[in-house]
């Protein structure tokens, strides 16, 4: 018998992604005031291209995506390889690829491949003792490659995505703790050496998180702008369209990195604490659908997704609040971007494929 396609939807996490879109246009509008571009019907178009999003994924399904992966996989490694040569420089980077009237950045769309991949991969070697040092390593590898690639862009905050990914999904797994804290171990030794290999831009923003007035006029300016519109906010904020740090563009990249500190200034601790309360029920609802799956692969890809969500939103907020290093990571549903608003969605579609996988079991 044919199943009607919106039967057995999980419509409380569809409800609260077009909530937490619906204010972001009304955020953005404001971010955007005083601009010459017509960053909001961009942003729209972004928004019904993700809508459509869910329309494919639910017709192919999470399990068919996964299936793909390693294809979606090499795909999106050729991208991040033929950008070294042929990015779009954008702010010093070059992490964008433009085709005629599109751009849209790869590193973004390889955290949800990566996602779906270390997933695929370890739900087809059912975890033992005896294997989970091996496929630690392979899943390692995997995740080691793109980074070194995003990392060349530069693109540091991105890079560490990945690699919380990868510790996040192999923990879902089940590998036995002592070999996580080795890693991160590994890590916290090899710092000094990351120091040197990081961008001159890239130590200077780590320097400035622990003292932004260092630099106040020039690397630190936009860290002190920012805490300047959030505490200025108070409770209730200074209204739409009304804050002076956004609208007077004291404060750089508001629509984009910053839009927080826009929220913040101009609907105060409620409106920026409300829009928290909405992504905390987002990623719950993310790990119910994980602990709920009917599979350990869709476990997996729930619990990355689920980490993603929280990893992106804790950092963004974060660095607006000025307890954050820069790293350059959107606000979910929220920034200026169509690649990560698209990517965002394609995650939420792969949630509610999984939801609605368990529902007809």
């Not at 619906?22 to 928004?47: E, H, N, P, R, V």
């Not at 793909?68 to 964008?96: E, T």
């Not at 995997?142 to 690639?149: A, D, I, N, Q, R």
Request: glycine share 8%; charged share 15%; with cysteine.
């Amino acid at each position: 018998m044919k199943t009607h396609f919106l039967h057995r939807l999980d419509f409380p996490l569809i409800f609260i992604s077009l909530l937490i879109s619906s204010l972001g246009l009304i955020f953005l509008k404001s971010a955007t005031y005083t601009c010459s571009s017509d960053y909001l019907s961009k942003q729209m178009i972004w928004l019904s291209l993700g809508i459509l999003s869910w329309v494919v994924i639910l017709k192919i399904g999470y399990q068919q995506l996964a299936e793909f992966s390693p294809l979606l996989y090499l795909i999106n490694l050729s991208l991040l390889l033929f950008l070294l040569f042929a990015g779009s420089p954008k702010l010093g980077a070059q992490r964008w690829l433009h085709f005629k009237f599109i751009t849209f950045q790869p590193s973004e769309f390889f955290k949800v491949v990566l996602i779906l991949f270390l997933s695929r991969h370890l739900s087809l070697s059912p975890y033992y003792s005896a294997k989970e040092l091996k496929e630690l390593l392979v899943c390692a590898g995997f995740t080691l490659v793109p980074m070194l690639l995003i990392v060349k862009q530069p693109d540091l905050g991105t890079s560490l995505v990945l690699g919380f990914l990868f510790l996040l999904i192999i923990y879902l797994w089940g590998i036995r703790i002592k070999y996580l804290i080795f890693l991160i171990l590994t890590a916290l030794i090899s710092s000094p050496l990351l120091w040197h290999l990081l961008k001159e831009y890239q130590k200077k923003r780590l320097l400035i998180f622990l003292n932004p007035h260092l630099d106040p006029l020039g690397a630190g300016y936009t860290v002190i702008q920012s805490k300047i519109a959030i505490g200025s906010g108070g409770m209730w904020g200074k209204g739409w369209l009304a804050g002076t740090q956004s609208q007077l563009n004291f404060l750089p990249e508001h629509h984009t990195d910053f839009i927080f500190s826009v929220i913040g200034e101009e609907w105060g601790f409620v409106g920026a604490g409300f829009l928290l309360l909405l992504y905390l029920f987002l990623i719950l609802r993310a790990i119910r659908i994980a602990k709920l799956s009917k599979d350990e692969e869709g476990r997996l890809i729930a619990g990355g997704i689920a980490g993603m969500f929280l990893l992106h939103i804790f950092i963004n907020v974060g660095m607006s609040m000025g307890i954050m290093p820069i790293t350059g990571l959107p606000l979910l549903l929220i920034s200026y971007g169509g690649s990560s608003l698209l990517t965002t969605f394609c995650a939420i579609g792969i949630l509610l494929s999984i939801d609605r996988a368990r529902r007809f079991d």
